[in-house]
């Protein structure tokens, strides 16, 4: 019997991978663009860092945690605790007041596994802790746009304010009022949820709940002075930025910590995994940790998602990498000095390969093609005794004698040389 990967964990094979890293050095660039720096956190971490800040009425930490329940630890399913966790922990704070921090990583929730979701998932994570201003909360969401159209994609953006422990409780009282009053109409999961977490009910996918919801109290006019200039604010930098977004008051998140900015990267691609990427401002977080009273905003990117995006949306994206020249070597004595020469041109930062099984000339050549390679250096013994070989270009075909005379790092070198000045 075959063993197979565990559903909802995937292997990304080399094809695949290439478009991974082309994602992954993107979010670098733009991520370094902004002044973050990368920390990277374990994966295991006490379960009670989750329970605490994701809240304990969540779909994440009620039924979707990998946890180790004897030992008390749990697989993170998602970043910002743990880099919290870590800024907390290392007192990151006292070195510098604002701290603009990235990680990428794989997180691991225990989620039904379709297009777009899995069970182990990867994340491209940002934070900005200790800043308060509104600016802020749009650079972020211009950073996020300018990484998605730097890869080629077409995703919106929505932006909501969730208030602040000043406004939200009033909100939330007069919602639970508005639903009680329809209750029989909700959903199971939304009448359980009215006396724990009833906002969740504005995002719900089921057709009645969001039909009932359309005409429930808005968020939006329920915020205190405070965070209604906050918005204001967003938005107004949002637009001198160059930032198209849309306003959605039913967006509310999976996860407790937010307060005032949530936003969410939207394409219809993807199904029913609409969310390419989301955050929100996180301003009682660090301190309900057991840090400082220090204000966050964040988004994390899902990764699988923007590469099954960019299958859909970019066409010949990322090229496949060549070899810079494949070692085609006949007779063992060519062999043994081909395995040498390699190693040496890999020194000198060249992609270099060969066979050595022993093959002939023709299947050797057909396997120069297939990786690729931009030029094969064909060595002989009869050839190699006379100090040559035959340099043959792959795509135009030109062949030429190259000279195989003075020590092996002075050959690697030349032709290091002659390939670097050569079109191929
Ligand atoms: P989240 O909305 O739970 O937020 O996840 C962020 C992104 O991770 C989603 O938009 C999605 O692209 C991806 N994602 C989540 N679950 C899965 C899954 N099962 N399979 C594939 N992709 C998935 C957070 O995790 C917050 N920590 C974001 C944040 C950072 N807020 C502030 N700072």
Known sequence: MKIKAINGFKDILPDAALRWQHIEQTARDIFERFGMREIRMPILEKTELFSRSIGEATDIVEKEMYSFSDKGITMRPEATASLLRAFIEHGLHVQQPVQRLYTIGPMFRHERPQKGRLRQFHQMDVEIIGATEP??????????????????????LEVNSLGCPDCRPGFRTQLIEYLEERKDDLCEDCRRRLSTNPLRTLDCKSRGCKALVKDAPSILKSLCNACNEHFAEVEHTLGLLGVTYSKNRFMVRGLDYYTRTTF???????????????????????????????????????MERIALLME?????????????IFVAALGAKASEYGCVLVQNLRSLKLKAAMDYSGRSLKAQMKQAGRINSRFTLIIGDNEL???KAVLRNMQTQEQVDFPLNGTGVEQAQRLADYTESSQG
């Not at 969310?275 to 220090?294: F, H, N, S």
């Not at 859909?312 to 810079?324: C, F, L, M, R, T």
């Open 385 to 387: 005794a006379e100090e």
């Open 312 to 324: 859909q949306q970019v066409e010949n994206g990322i090229h496949k990498p060549s070899a810079d």
């Open 264 to 302: 969410e990267f939207i394409t219809g691609d993807l199904g029913a995994q609409a969310a390419v990427g989301a955050g929100g401002r996180y301003d009682g977080l660090i301190e309900q940790l057991g840090g400082p009273k220090l204000p966050g905003i964040g988004f994390a990117m899902g």
């Open 135 to 156: 600016q802020v909360d749009a650079e972020l969401m211009a950073m996020g746009q300018m990484l998605l159209n730097s890869l080629g994609l077409k995703v919106s």
